[in-house]
Nanobody, 124 residues
Framework: QVQLVESGGGLVQAGGSLRLSCAAS????????MGWFRQAPGKEREFVAA????????SYADSVKGRFTISRDNAKNTVFLQMNSLKPEDTDVYFC?????????????????WGQGTQVTVSS
């Protein structure tokens, strides 16, 4: 059974940093794209970042470019999201996801496996 478990969310002041982790189990995802999305109540899930299977290619939403960094450790089946210079508008539930293909996608429908989410709250 595939399981993705996010951790590292919490409450932080504007300008602060958080590091999210997502541990995958149930199968090996080394050949798949892994990504992060976020969602506020009543809104659609929004693409944040994605990383290729080998880690050599990354993509970011314009709203987080230069502040967030996605990385992965294939030996541990884990993906990370380092979030710096956080803003109140970054407040959301953050989800990690796995796309069982080699190409990065910005669409949530392209991802087959999802974690339960972790809350990130940035106070002003």
């Amino acid at each position: 059974q595939v399981q993705l478990v996010e951790s590292g969310g919490g409450l932080v002041q504007a300008g602060g940093s958080l590091r999210l982790s997502c541990a995958a189990s149930g199968r090996t995802f080394n050949n798949y794209v892994m990504g992060w999305f976020r969602q506020a109540p009543g809104k659609e899930r929004e693409f944040v970042a994605a990383i290729s299977s080998g880690g050599g290619s990354t993509s970011y939403a314009d709203s987080v470019k230069g502040r967030f960094t996605i990385s992965r450790d294939n030996a541990k089946n884990t993906v990370f999201l380092q979030m710096n210079s956080l803003k109140p508008e970054d407040t959301d539930v953050y989800f990690c996801a796995v796309r069982p293909h080699s190409g990065v996608s910005y669409y949530s429908s392209a991802y087959a496996y999802w974690g339960q989410g972790t809350q990130v709250t940035v106070s002003s």
